[in-house]
């Protein structure tokens, strides 16, 4: 699908013996799609002494040897980021024959963060596209599969990275909910000022950011809702990123969301890397698997933007 589409080129990562049976039974070759999809194979690499080096020296400040390096090397997800660090490629994705932790930690210990990030967070990119959906487009759940309990500063932090995801996946100007269980003060309580506060802060290091908060979900969400609850949101109930103050809260909403509303879920997509690397579910389908290079791809040509803008620019 992704040659079909032309969403990308693709370098395979794994055991060519396996990756040649997969290609049999869709009635092609490792020949064949040699134009299009590159195959690597970490165990048996031209790279290994190349990679190897690039490790030690990415990681000796934490006891890295060449003899671990020649090692760890060979494991696919590691190999898979240095093609990212040492730029053979744009972004990996992978995860779904790995775990989410292992999936993160490489991309972290060898891509890293991005100079301006403070820290390294997750979104789902939800789509409504089905008839029974009221309000279609996409929205943005944040942080929804990594940080699990952010504080203030975080929050505020999720946020604005989640409006620059929105912008470079869609074009659209981001409209950002700060989510809670209460509605501009309609409860007391510490994890309701933890979201007032986050969305202080998010408003001060960007003023120009449209964000509002605390909100429930349908006071950001539905305008008759917004127009009862929340009458001087500047979002008026047409939120298109939702930041949620737990990972236990956004990982129920999204998962609500795709299982019982309908929409579709791409994700976790990770934000404030220095590269882009996302993560898959374990068991995700082929269209899953497309989705997410997409977003990558994004990701990358939105990276490559601003590295490209003049010093000041929006």
């Known amino acids: 699908m992704i040659r079909k589409e032309k969403v990308a080129r693709v370098l395979l990562v794994g055991n060519p013996i396996t990756i040649a049976e997969h290609l049999a039974s869709h009635g092609t070759t490792p020949e064949e799609v040699a134009g299009e999809i590159e195959i690597h194979d970490p165990s048996n690499s031209p790279l290994i002494d190349e990679f190897r080096d690039t490790l ?38 992978g995860g779904a024959a790995e775990t989410t932790s292992d999936t993160v930690r490489t991309a972290l210990q060898i891509i890293g963060k991005a100079p301006n990030s403070a820290m390294v967070s997750s979104f789902f990119f939800m789509l409504y596209c089905k008839e029974h959906h009221t309000v279609k487009g996409a929205h943005i759940f944040a942080d929804c599969g990594l940080v699990v309990d952010p504080d203030a500063n975080e929050m505020a932090e999720i946020a604005r990275a989640s409006a620059a995801s929105y912008r470079a996946l869609t074009g659209d100007t981001p409209r950002v909910a700060m989510l809670s269980f209460s509605t501009a003060g309609s409860a007391d309580h510490p994890k309701v000022s933890k979201v007032v506060a986050a969305t202080h802060l998010a ?9 509002d908060g605390e909100l429930q979900f349908d006071a950001a969400f539905v305008p008759e809702v917004a127009a009862s609850k929340a009458e001087k949101s500047a979002l008026g109930g047409a939120a298109n990123v939702f930041v949620f103050p737990s990972l236990n809260a956004g990982n129920l909403g999204y998962k609500i969301a795709q299982r019982v509303g309908g929409a579709t879920a791409i994700g976790p997509v990770l934000q404030g ?6 993560d898959l579910s374990r068991g995700c389908s082929a269209e899953d698997i497309l989705h997410m290079v997409a977003v990558t791809v994004a990701q990358s040509d939105a990276l490559d933007k601003a ?3 003049p010093e000041g620019a929006a």
């Open 56 to 93: 030690v020296a990415l990681r000796a400040h934490k006891g890295m040897t060449p003899e671990k390096a020649a090692a760890q090397v060979r494991h696919r997800l590691t190999y898979a980021s240095l093609l990212v660090q040492t730029g053979r490629a744009h972004g990996t994705v």
């Open 273 to 278: 890397l220095a590269k882009p690397a996302n």
């Open 307 to 309: 590295e490209k803008a």
């Open 203 to 211: 408003k001060v290091a960007d003023p120009n950011l449209i964000i």
